[in-house]
């Protein structure tokens, strides 16, 4: 991790003009990412987890998960590498920013639920939180603040935008209401904050133009790609159990 990889990422959220993440989960998937084109690669944890075969929820000894982002920023040479890390995986502050650096990552997700539990954290303690991240990596990081509200099902765009201002005055560089998929509420929230957005990709959001008209700074992909891949080998599998070709 330097600075200059944070700061050539932290100028790809631009408001409107996107930075389209489709998130891998190893060097292959790595290496594909950045030969299509994209300017940067990011990992999910759930994706990642799957792949070492753990459950998602910080129940990745954090020992592997860094090892598999370092793999990750081996392949993808050349782009800066962002990873999700959930909310830290026990790690202090200072620990969790020299981990990322040793790894090679440029920026990375922390999350104010408790993974496994879905209990939403205090905002207070999350934003002290997040400001010691930034106080220990300086510039050097990228700082993706999710916001989990969403995922609970219907939710506050006031918690909402009170939560993310709390997160951008600590230092976070952009936040990431995971689970909001309303066009009008992504427009709203996205006004009222005034500052860079992540919108996770899902069928049930608008379209990648159609989120970048929204004022999208960021979109996700999450573990969806891995989850469409393990879809397919388990279809072409089924073919070579039943004697058939998979191709």
Not at 86 to 108: D, I, S, W
Request: hydrophobic share 45%; proline share 6%.
């Amino acid at each position: 991790m330097t600075t200059d990889d944070a700061t050539a990422l932290r100028a790809l959220h631009v408001p409107g003009t996107p930075l389209v993440l489709p998130n891998v989960w190893d060097a292959a998937s790595a290496r594909a990412v950045r030969d299509a084109g994209f300017p940067a690669v990011a990992t999910s944890s759930a994706a990642v987890a799957r792949a070492l075969g753990y459950d998602d929820g910080e129940r990745t000894p954090v020992a592997e998960m860094m090892a598999a982002v370092a793999r990750v920023a081996r392949a993808a040479e050349g782009v800066p590498v962002t990873a999700d890390i959930e909310r830290g995986y026990g790690l202090k502050p200072a620990e969790l920013v020299e981990r990322l650096a040793e790894a090679g990552a440029a920026g990375c997700n922390l999350e104010d639920s408790l993974p496994g539990h879905g209990d939403m954290v205090d905002p207070a303690e999350q934003a002290a939180f997040l400001a010691e991240v930034r106080a220990a990596a300086g510039d050097a990081l990228v700082i993706n603040a999710r916001i989990d509200l969403y995922l609970r099902g219907p939710a506050s765009r006031a918690e909402a935008a009170a939560r993310g201002r709390r997160y951008l005055e600590a230092g976070a560089d952009c936040v990431y209401p995971i689970g909001l998929t309303d066009a009008d509420e992504i427009r709203a929230l996205v006004g009222e904050l005034g500052a860079p957005v992540n919108v996770y990709f899902s069928p049930r959001t608008p379209s990648l133009a159609a989120l970048a008209g929204l004022g999208v700074a960021r979109i996700s992909f999450g573990s969806g790609l891995h989850q469409a891949v393990q879809e397919l080998t388990r279809s072409m599998l089924a073919k070579v159990r039943d004697g058939r070709s998979p191709y």
